[in-house]
């Protein structure tokens, strides 16, 4: 037998260790759009919470709300109510988000495969993302805009590397 010299981790290496993993876990492009992918269910139900999209607690409120459910005009060429449009939209909107979280999830598989496209995908989804966060902050309420800005920002960051990957 030799004497052979085994040496032990210490605490401070194997802390590292796992800290690099971890940053580098997340660091990675397919992480970063799959991380993407769950802020987008997030913002899905967050958008389903304000189900019906409207609250009929205040007199003037009901009132608002009843007469968009029962004034009826022509709309190319169909009649309808503001509330089908107002309550069909919030719906729209919201199958939107989640089938644009199953494309990021999917196409995450495909990321190492052709990085410069899907680069090009991400970096569309980075500005959309950007433009949706000002609306939201413009419009509607801070935090969209706060889900909306980080997904941004983290699409950027995988824009980028994936579009140094040669």
Same mark, same amino acid.
């Given at each position: 037998?030799?004497?052979?010299?085994? %040496?032990?981790? /210490?605490? @401070? &290496?194997?802390?590292?260790?796992?800290?690099?993993? =971890?940053?580098?876990? *997340?660091?990675?492009?397919? $992480?970063?759009?799959?991380? /993407? !992918?769950?802020?987008? #269910?997030?913002?899905? !139900?967050?958008?389903?919470?304000?189900?019906?999209?409207?609250? %009929?607690?205040?007199?003037?409120?009901? +009132?608002?709300?009843?007469?968009?459910?029962? #004034?009826?005009? %022509?709309?190319?060429? %169909?009649?309808? &109510?503001?509330?089908?449009?107002? *309550?069909?939209?919030?719906?729209?909107? @919201?199958?939107? =988000?989640?089938?644009? !979280?199953? #494309?990021?999830?999917?196409? @995450?598989?495909?990321?190492?495969?052709?990085?410069?496209?899907?680069?090009?995908?991400?970096?569309?989804?980075?500005?959309? /993302? *950007? $433009?949706? $966060?000002?609306? /939201?902050?413009?419009?509607?309420?801070?935090?969209? *805009?706060?889900?909306?800005?980080?997904?941004?920002?983290?699409? =950027?960051?995988?824009?980028? +590397? =994936?579009?140094?990957?040669?």
């Amino acid at each position: 037998m030799k004497n052979e010299i085994v %040496e032990l981790p /210490s605490p @401070a &290496t194997s802390k590292n260790k796992i800290s690099n993993g =971890l940053s580098g876990f *997340f660091g990675s492009p397919v $992480a970063l759009m799959r991380l /993407s !992918a769950i802020l987008f #269910v997030g913002l899905t !139900a967050g958008h389903l919470s304000a189900y019906p999209f409207a609250r %009929e607690n205040a007199p003037l409120e009901k +009132q608002l709300v009843g007469s968009m459910k029962h #004034v009826r005009f %022509e709309f190319l060429g %169909e009649y309808t &109510t503001y509330w089908n449009l107002y *309550f069909g939209w919030g719906i729209f909107i @919201a199958v939107l =988000l989640l089938t644009l !979280a199953f #494309v990021l999830w999917f196409l @995450a598989d495909i990321a190492p495969l052709t990085p410069r496209r899907i680069g090009v995908i991400t970096g569309l989804l980075s500005a959309a /993302s *950007f $433009a949706c $966060a000002y609306l /939201s902050y413009r419009f509607f309420f801070i935090p969209p *805009f706060l889900l909306l800005l980080i997904i941004g920002l983290i699409m =950027l960051k995988t824009a980028i +590397q =994936l579009l140094r990957k040669v």
